[in-house]
Nanobody, 124 residues
C-alpha cells in the first residue's frame, strides 16, 4: 500500500525557513515519474507549488515561490523535500506531498497519490 507522510510543518515568523519532508512507503519514490508539493490555504483551492522528475534532474516551481523554495528528492532515503526560505505570510497553508506516474503535467488530476498534509503557518 502506497503511503506518503509529510512532516516538518510548523509556525515560523515571516522571513524564516522551514524544510518539509515526505517519506514514502509501499513503493520506491524512484518509481514515480514526478513528485510534487501542493498547498491549500483556508477557503482556497489546492495549488501547485513545486515538482521534480524521477531522477531529480528537472524541477518546476510556481511563480509565487521561485527563488525562495527548493524541491529535492533522495531516492535512497525514499524521501521528498521542500526547503522553504524567506517565508511570507501568504505562504500559510496546508502543504501536501503527491506522486504521479505521468512524466508531464503538474495538475492535481495527474497525481494519484497524496499525503495527509502538514500545516505551515507564517506569522507577521
Amino acid at each position: 500500500q502506497v503511503q506518503l507522510v509529510e512532516s516538518g510543518g510548523g509556525l515560523v515568523q515571516a522571513g524564516g525557513s522551514l524544510r518539509l519532508s515526505c517519506a514514502a512507503s509501499g513503493r520506491p519514490v524512484s518509481s514515480y515519474a514526478r513528485m510534487g508539493w501542493f498547498r491549500q490555504a483556508p477557503g482556497k483551492e489546492r495549488d501547485f507549488v513545486a515538482a521534480i522528475n524521477w531522477i531529480g534532474s528537472s524541477t518546476r516551481y510556481a511563480d509565487s515561490v521561485k527563488g525562495r523554495f527548493t524541491i529535492s528528492r533522495d531516492n535512497g532515503k525514499n524521501t521528498l523535500y521542500l526547503q522553504m526560505n524567506s517565508l511570507k505570510v501568504e505562504d500559510t497553508a496546508v502543504y501536501y506531498c503527491a506522486a504521479s506516474t505521468y512524466y508531464t503535467g503538474d495538475v492535481l488530476s495527474r497525481y494519484a497519490y497524496w499525503g495527509q498534509g502538514t500545516q505551515v503557518t507564517v506569522s507577521s
